[in-house]
């Protein structure tokens, strides 16, 4: 059961940056202001983009600590 656990937090989540915005309550506008001043980051695959929302989330928390 533990392993389970452990196999799970492992796992991404990749969203888009409407998901992302949708999840956050704000505007893909400002999802991009967050990107583009690092305080979140985006995975490129090919032409698309994709935010890990734990990661996303790691990082909004420590830039509000």
């Known amino acids: 059961m533990t392993e389970l656990k452990q196999n799970k937090t492992l796992a991404l989540e990749l969203i888009t940056k409407t998901e992302l915005a949708k999840r956050c309550a704000c505007t893909t506008r400002?999802?991009?202001n967050l990107t583009r001043e690092g305080q979140i980051?985006?995975?490129k695959?090919?032409?698309c983009s994709r935010y890990d929302w734990q990661d996303v989330i790691a990082s909004l928390k420590g830039a509000s600590a």
């Open 41 to 43: 980051q985006k995975i």
């Open 45 to 47: 695959l090919g032409n």
């Open 30 to 32: 400002h999802i991009d």
